[in-house]
């Protein structure tokens, strides 16, 4: 693109609207002055971009969270062949895994359960990953994201299998349907 004369840039510049004006004229940095005009200024004081917020944790795997606006992503991996996508918002997730013969592949997009909410959220709730995204991300989520920070959640899963063990049957139900995490890890 740099060796186009800016005339024809200027032509090609002039059919776009002025958010994307603006960002074809940063990105032709050679001829970043014929491109970005006064009229482009006031535009993107008026209709900010926003910049990415990136948070990253290496707890038990390398998690990375992205925001872009009202966009937000979860990546997830442990090895370098597995990923996962987990969008918060809609609540989906999707396993991208790669082969050597066939390059990238999505291996499972699925709407997210309450498993695996809860599988997310106990991966996350040692992090303070999710601090300042709450406004887009879904209800159910938070909700499940909320109850796994309890304290009653920091036992281990045997003690509390423990516990139901002791309880009646009614009592279990009762239990488990008292918060939403304890239902996403004992189906």
């Known amino acids: 693109m740099q060796q186009l004369p800016y005339e024809l840039l200027q032509l090609i510049s002039g059919n776009l609207l002025p958010r994307y004006q603006c960002r074809f004229a940063i990105v032709n940095k050679f001829h970043y002055k014929y491109l970005y005009t006064p009229l482009l200024k006031w535009h993107a004081k008026r209709a900010l971009i926003p910049i990415p917020q990136h948070k990253w ?3 038990n795997s ?25 969008n918060p918002i809609h609540r989906y997730v999707n396993i991208l895994y790669y082969s050597e013969e066939n390059g990238i592949h999505t291996h499972l997009s699925q709407h997210m359960c309450k498993s695996n909410m809860a599988f997310l959220c106990s991966i996350i709730k040692d992090t303070e990953m999710l601090n300042g995204c709450y406004k887009y991300i879904h209800r159910k989520f938070i909700w499940m994201y909320i109850n796994s920070r309890h304290k009653l959640m920091s036992m281990s899963e045997e003690i509390i299998d423990n516990i139901l063990k002791y309880l009646h049957f009614v009592d279990v139900e009762n239990f488990l349907r008292s918060n939403i995490y304890i239902e996403g890890i004992h189906p």
């Open 57 to 59: 944790s290496m707890q």
């Open 62 to 86: 390398y998690i990375s969270l992205i925001q872009i606006d009202k966009y937000l992503a979860i990546y997830e991996t442990y090895d370098s062949e597995y990923l996962r996508v987990h």
